[in-house]
T-cell receptor
Framework: QKEVEQDPGPLSVPEGAIVSLNCTYS??????FMWYRQYSRKGPELLMY????GNKEDGRFTAQVDKSSKYISLFIRDSQPSDSATYLC???????????FGGGTRVLVKP | DTGVSQDPRHKITKRGQNVTFRCDPI?????LYWYRQTLGQGPEFLTY????????KSRLLSDRFSAERPKGSFSTLEIQRTEQGDSAMYLC???????????FGPGTRLTVT
């Protein structure tokens, strides 16, 4: 079983809808939780990260972490066709550590 | 600052050949990471450097793989005697001292025929 699990999708939504993404993990040592966006044949782009449990908002993006359930989420409001990409969750145990990724969820936002 | 750069962007090679990739991290970032990503999967950690010291290697990094960061700036990843299973995207990332945010380059896509 992988340390970080993520539904591969694809997740198809109409433009303007809320996109809801999530990951589960097994290692309670993870402390920092990241979300990356990756367009086809490009490198991952960091969207935001959260330390420990709680919520964080950045523009249309909201990240949530529930360490008691080992469950993290990313919500994208007012989705746009340009949000169509693969979204990767990743986590680390401490600053400077290697990232452990989920498998990614492919998102399609239809005009 | 132009971000993390990688060269080449795409490499096609025949099985058994050696290949070398280069990564230039964001200046002043002292940690540099290599990851490998196969189609439909998330990136997997290969190795990382703090300055010129290689501090950790994954079990994925067989003895055919070697990485260097001789002056603590750019890094190279060499694969000897390539196999078809080596076909993947090789990603480089860097982070500043004490930082959390790893910034990725565009990747080098390797195709072994």
């Amino acid at each position: 079983q992988k340390e970080v699990e993520q539904d591969p999708g694809p997740l198809s939504v109409p433009e303007g809808a809320i996109v809801s993404l999530n990951c589960t993990y097994s290692n309670s040592a993870f402390q920092y939780f990241m979300w990356y966006r990756q367009y086809s044949r490009k490198g991952p782009e960091l969207l935001m990260y959260t330390y420990s449990s709680g919520n964080k908002e950045d523009g249309r993006f909201t990240a949530q972490v529930d360490k008691s359930s080992k469950y993290i989420s990313l919500f994208i409001r007012d989705s746009q066709p340009s949000d169509s990409a693969t979204y990767l969750c990743a986590m680390i145990k401490a600053a400077g550590n290697k990232l452990t990724f989920g498998g990614g969820t492919r998102v399609l936002v239809k005009p | 600052d132009t971000g993390v750069s990688q060269d080449p962007r795409h490499k096609i090679t025949k099985r058994g050949q050696n290949v070398t990739f280069r990564c230039d991290p964001i200046s002043e970032h002292n940690r540099l990471y290599w990851y490998r990503q196969t189609l439909g999967q998330g990136p997997e950690f290969l190795t990382y450097f703090q300055n010129e010291a290689q501090l950790e290697k994954s079990r994925l990094l067989s003895d055919r793989f070697s990485a260097e960061r001789p002056k603590g700036s750019f890094s190279t990843l060499e694969i000897q005697r390539t196999e078809q299973g080596d076909s993947a995207m090789y990603l480089c990332a860097s982070v500043q001292a004490g930082g959390v945010e790893q910034y990725f380059g565009p990747g080098t896509r390797l195709t072994v025929t």
